[in-house]
DNA sequence: CGCCATTATTGACGTTTCGTCATTTTCAGC
DNA sequence: GCTGAAAATGACGAAACGTCAATAATGGCG
């Protein structure tokens, strides 16, 4: 006897009600909060059920997780076929982030408390791996923005230093401030009025530290950001306006 | 009947005990098999007993991380006093958060682990406050090495950027790496093979971004850390070659 | 349709951890 | 030794975990 489409279908389908529901709990309610049982109870099934779909909650959190990433990572690459010089697409690249974190703040969280390793050691190892390759995608694709810059010798790297190197460096600049965002650091009371600003002037200083060309005093980056915003990322915009 | 003082010190003691075990079980085992119940069997007394010290793990974690954040408070004093310009006193502060995350690092995966909100609101008030306090005076503390670059005319900070803005900058990059290094993410497979010393130059490349002089092709702050760390802070370099 | 074989679902169960609190123990001071 | 305050204990109920034998649903087939 063969799975019919029907309930293949449906199998599907409650998975995607099953992330949904999680989604919606660990972003208001907390790690502690969600729990297989709830879930199971809010979506009318067994437990059983759940666990027949995800091995605990930390397995949960990894799969949204890797649909953020993936979802990332998709926007990487639009940010990175931006028609403009190498520093331009990179200003895109950063603006990406930001509205992914706005826009997907369920799956940012996800990310975020999967940097603790014993938690991400609980899910499914197949989900790891994807997580990783997931990863490894977007970081390569700052890369390969850097080293399209060097090619065009719009800017020249510092002895001994390579593509990843400067690329694990912007991304380390926007994770970490996303990231301590993401907490209630009061930004504000440190004398961070506008941290979003912050991070992208943060990250022009940078590259005008390695004289990528053109620098940040020679082009507007803030209203290129804006206008490859409107066009490339209309869903996010909204998404992130709203919440 | 008042506490004696021997009795007032047995309590301080194990207190301590319970901090040295919570952090040895955590680090080693993580976050799930440090429980109350354990650390009481392992130190020889009730589970109650425990209780009466710290209201739940994430508090103890945030004793950790207090303690962790305080250590890092004094390690930045010592860096901000270096003699030396402002941007060599930099230089030598980001060495000591290289030294404190590998020195400390059962403080560092606590510091991390709370900055997910919702353990981090379990633990007593009173202790996220004193956590508030210390992180907030890191950060100034590396706002006045702007500060005082700045008033030298070393920097020129961009229009409409305040000094807590670049430290936030220069924070968030240093903490985003090294947090991203905490984890198991294969950072040499992507092409990053000293990841430490990878942050250093990242970090040069950010503050020759704002032109802050000398430039780090003008001097050789590397070996400058290397003198500091060797005079400032002996304990932690010896701590950091251990682990 | 009715039966079978297979797959999906269920929820009771044993286990673990949590956090509390009534009870017991300890001990300084008399 | 007696006493009363402070400290320590561990039994307890609640909650979540993850498993698995039993049950239900379903598609294929005569």
Not at 5 to 13: A, D, L, S, V
Request: overall charge negative.
């Amino acid at each position: 006897m063969n799975r019919s489409p029907k309930k293949q279908n449906e199998i599907e389908e409650r998975e995607t009600t099953i992330l949904d529901v999680a989604a919606r709990v660990f972003l208001s309610d907390g790690y502690h909060s969600l729990n297989m049982e709830n879930i199971a109870d809010e979506i009318g099934c067994s437990k059983g059920t759940v666990y027949g779909h995800f091995r605990n909650k930390e397995d949960i959190l990894m799969e949204l997780a890797s649909r953020g990433v993936e979802k990332r990572a998709e926007m990487f690459s639009q940010a990175a076929a931006f028609a403009g010089r190498p520093r331009e697409r990179m200003a895109v690249l950063w603006m990406s982030i930001e509205l992914y974190v706005r826009a997907y703040p369920e799956y940012f969280a996800s990310e975020l408390i999967l940097r603790t390793e014993t938690l991400r050691e609980k899910a499914a190892p197949e989900r790891q791996e994807f997580m990783r390759g997931c990863e490894n995608r977007c970081i390569q694709i700052v890369a390969g923005i850097v080293r399209d810059g060097v090619a065009l010798r719009d800017l020249h790297l510092p002895d001994g230093m390579s593509d990843e190197e400067l690329a694990f460096g912007v991304w380390s600049l926007t994770y970490g401030a996303h990231g301590l965002l993401q907490t209630g650091t009061p930004m504000k009371s440190m004398g961070v009025k506008n941290p979003f600003q912050s991070i992208l002037y943060n990250a022009n200083i940078m590259l005008d530290g390695v004289g990528w060309k053109p620098l940040s005093t020679e082009l507007d980056y803030q209203s290129i950001q804006k206008q490859a915003a409107k066009t490339l990322f209309e869903d996010e915009v909204k998404l992130a306006d709203r919440r």
